[in-house]
């Protein structure tokens, strides 16, 4: 049709204006008006403009005489918006009345003018009833009335609000609904109605308050669970801290796997029940008590004036504790070890602290004794602590190759010799610099760390032989061996396995020094080493003697090649006669069994010239030489002299001098 005119039309068929989906009801109207000479009176039909598009049209038809012949005049109007908004204002209708959400509308004056059917079912109240009344006809009252305020804010400001509430039902019940209300709005912004759709949440909220139950509370004893203590715990301490103090307790049960074994885990769980509700029972209104687990409890005390405060609450968790349980005809008891430890502490800490120390305060109980509380030491567990880290230190040193050797020269004061070096860990620290033995060595004293470190350096220094050989100087190096590494029962197999990588260095080039109180420790064991280490060709030499209050029998015992003289006894020589005689005792009694002796501690000329009057004389010590780096070691044994005045006195060839010598 598209371009034709109006008189184009004149010629045409009615039905080429009419929709083909209303050719049919057309027909059949135009049939009933000629057979019977009726004629519709105002009909809707689907008719089709000029353009292609359709529309919906009201048609009214009218009888006339037309040119002498009967005709009908047919008047249309296009309703195609009314038809939209019929067909909006049912569909609203539909879902107003069919929603599962309650919907209930206001004036702008907030009074009820309808509400849908769902209304009723969720309320109980009927459309009737509530028909110009005010909302707040449903409030439970468990929200206050700034709520109510902020709600209205919303409205105002935004159009808009949701959220949950609490409303009460006719019959008086409480429910909760999730609510969302909507300010409908004219062209001018002005407020005309309010429109509130809801759904009843109730079930929703009760599953939802099992499920937190579940996560908070122990399903047995119905005390909170670890997860709600971490949570109570935290707001403690942020309580303790602008307050007062407060006390973590953690309580195990002495004796509770018995029950579990002879009588069932039922039993057991009635136990845990009895007594899970008396210790409750026995703490304070705002003091918690959780189960961890098995018959691990901890309990939480608040606002304690100081520690002595908690005294009588764990004196009563005892007693609770330790009250017989009746379960059927059985009697059964149990007591518990409580640990204790208080916050705030001097040092900052935080919750999962606060329960680790509480934890080790609790197996000291278990092992004073049980059925008691111990106190968590604060001071003494921050040195353990400062121990573990620098042990931690210590290995990482290792493994970063910090650990350096300095030697220090063993010489013969008569002749000028070099005999050997001692060698002398030094930790070469990133940050701190070079550390001595001391700052160090004591840490690692009677830990497995001790034989790593003790058996580094004997590989280091067998390195070193090997490096001063290949530089023209052969020299023996002593090391020092730790009693824990010495009381190893590989420890001479180690010995080989290390010797073995160095195949090139005699072993008589290596002697192992061993204090002598480690010696005394287990004589029979370091007699054995000594012995298999004298076949292998590596020498030993007793370190420090005369501090260990050594008999004539052990020194005939262990096998040694050398008695070190204790620098202490060396140090005062000129000045106290005691000193000066175990000197003459120790040279003696070397010079008896046939062991060579040597001094440290030698550090001035009067020192050596007095050694050598009693008839000793290997030394070391600051009077010869200080400890050194090994590079330095071959310039400084090709330019040592001795003082003249060691090479004048008459060598005594180990003849000690009478007491007016």
Request: net charge negative.
């Amino acid at each position: 049709m598209g371009s034709k005119t109006e008189q184009d039309l004149i010629a045409d068929p009615i039905l080429e204006l009419i929709h083909p989906d209303s050719h049919q009801n057309v027909l059949a109207r135009v049939k009933r008006g000629v057979e019977h000479g009726e004629v519709a009176g105002r009909v809707e039909e689907r008719y089709v403009r000029i353009d292609g598009t359709s529309f919906d049209a009201e048609v009214q038809g009218k009888p006339i005489v037309l040119a002498g012949q009967a005709a009908v005049l047919a008047t249309l109007r296009d309703i195609t918006e009314r038809k939209a908004a019929q067909e909006k204002l049912q569909l609203s209708a539909r879902v107003f009345g069919h929603a599962r959400e309650g919907i209930m509308v206001t004036d702008a004056q907030a009074t009820i003018i309808d509400v849908n059917d769902a209304f009723t079912r969720i309320t109980g109240y009927s459309r009737e009833v509530v028909l110009g009344q005010n909302p707040r006809m449903l409030q439970s009252g468990r929200q206050n009335k700034a709520f109510y305020a902020a709600m209205w804010d919303a409205l105002k400001e935004q159009g808009q609000w949701s959220g949950e509430v609490w409303n009460r039902r006719k019959n008086g019940e409480v429910f909760a609904e999730l609510l969302a209300v909507s300010a409908v709005r004219d062209a001018q912004g002005q407020t005309l109605q309010y429109v509130a759709l809801f759904s009843d949440i109730t079930a929703i909220k009760a599953h939802q308050s099992q499920l937190e139950h579940i996560a908070h509370f122990d399903a047995l004893t119905n005390l909170p669970n670890r997860v709600l203590l971490a949570d109570r715990l935290q707001q403690a301490m942020a309580h303790a801290q602008r307050r007062q103090q407060l006390a973590v307790v953690y309580l195990d049960l002495d004796g509770f796997k018995p029950i579990n074994d002879r009588h069932g885990h039922q039993t057991g769980d009635q136990v845990l029940i009895t007594l899970a509700q008396r210790m409750k029972e026995a703490l304070r209104e705002g003091d918690t008590m959780c189960r961890m687990g098995g018959d691990e409890f901890v309990a939480v005390l608040i606002d304690l004036q100081d520690t002595q405060a908690s005294v009588p609450l764990l004196g009563r968790l005892l007693a609770a504790a330790a009250e017989p349980v009746q379960v059927g005809e059985l009697s059964l008891q149990v007591s518990a070890s409580l640990g204790v430890t208080f916050y705030p502490q001097t040092q900052d800490i935080d919750a999962d602290q606060l329960l680790r120390q509480a934890d080790q305060a609790m197996y000291q109980a278990k092992v004073a004794g049980k059925n008691r509380y111990c106190v968590f030491d604060a001071a003494h567990d921050s040195s353990i602590r400062d121990h573990h880290e620098s042990l931690e230190r210590i290995r990482r040193a290792l493994e970063n190759h910090e650990f350096v050797l300095h030697y220090q020269p063993k010489v013969k004061m008569h002749t000028g010799q070099v005999v050997g070096a001692e060698a002398l860990i030094r930790w070469q620290h990133p940050e701190k610099g070079l550390l001595a033995p001391a700052t160090f060595l004591p840490v690692i004293e009677d830990h497995p760390l001790a034989v790593d470190v003790g058996e580094w350096v004997i590989d280091a220094a067998l390195t070193q032989i090997e490096v001063w050989h290949a530089a023209g100087l052969d020299l023996p190096v002593s090391v020092n061996i730790d009693a824990c590494q010495l009381q190893q029962g590989n420890f001479v197999a180690r010995l080989q396995a290390i010797l073995a990588r160095h195949a090139q260095v005699n072993p008589a080039g290596l002697e192992l020094e061993v204090l002598e109180t480690s010696a005394l420790a287990d004589m029979a064991q370091v007699s054995q080493v000594i012995e298999d280490c004298a076949r292998m060709g590596v020498r030993f030499a007793l370190d420090d003697f005369g501090t260990g209050y050594s008999s004539l029998t052990y020194l005939k015992s262990l096998r040694v090649a050398m008695l070190k003289i204790d620098q202490s006894f060396v140090r005062d020589m000129l000045d106290d006669p005691d000193d000066l005689a175990i000197l003459r005792g120790i040279i003696g009694l070397a010079a008896a069994f046939k062991r060579e002796v040597i001094a440290e501690g030698v550090e001035t000329v009067a020192h050596g010239t007095a050694l050598l009057q009693l008839g000793c004389e290997l030394a070391q010590g600051y009077g010869i030489a200080r400890p050194m780096p090994p590079e330095q070691m071959p310039a400084w044994v090709t330019s040592w002299q001795p003082d003249a005045a060691w090479c004048e006195l008459p060598w005594l060839g180990g003849v000690t001098p009478d007491a007016d010598g």
